[in-house]
């Protein structure tokens, strides 16, 4: 399938479900939310790596990659020896923000509730 295209077969001309699939999978929430959180306005991959260690390197640039097409992360790449690669957020991404640390506030709200319920269904 092409993860490009994910399209509703009941309501292919609604983009809900196409944003959300490349938007929510399992990296690309904690990757733009690490490039917000860090002081600086561009950050090197090998530091992006750093920031989220559990995330393999292959999997951090089909990320980036995935969020630069949709226009979310730029990439600057500078002809230096060796080549240094920049990435930063774009404008789309900024006025995304509010709803993401929206979210990242619910779900530090609910967490205690949320795990107690998980728990409580393990139980039965």
């Known amino acids: 399938m092409d993860r490009t295209m994910i399209e509703d077969a009941l309501f292919?001309?609604?983009?809900?479900?196409?944003?959300?699939?490349?938007?929510?999978?399992?990296?690309s929430l904690l990757v733009i939310y690490?490039?917000?959180?860090?002081?600086?306005e561009t950050i090197r991959f090998k530091e992006l790596q750093?920031?989220?260690?559990d995330i393999s390197q292959k999997m951090l640039t089909v990320t980036l990659r995935t969020l630069e097409?949709?226009?979310y992360?730029?990439?600057?790449?500078?002809?230096?020896v060796p080549p240094r690669?920049?990435?930063?957020?774009t404008e789309?991404?900024?006025?995304l923000l509010p709803h993401i640390n929206a979210l990242i506030e619910w779900a530090l709200e609910n967490k205690d509730?949320?795990?107690?319920?998980?728990?409580k269904a393990n139980k039965k």
């Open 73 to 80: 992360v730029t990439r600057t790449v500078y002809p230096e």
């Open 92 to 95: 789309r991404t900024h006025s």
């Open 85 to 89: 690669v920049e990435y930063a957020l």
């Open 50 to 53: 750093r920031e989220i260690p």
């Open 12 to 27: 292919p001309d609604c983009p809900i479900r196409n944003i959300l699939a490349r938007l929510c999978d399992k990296w």
């Open 69 to 71: 097409d949709d226009g």
């Open 34 to 40: 690490t490039l917000n959180k860090t002081d600086k």
């Open 113 to 119: 509730a949320i795990i107690k319920d998980r728990r």
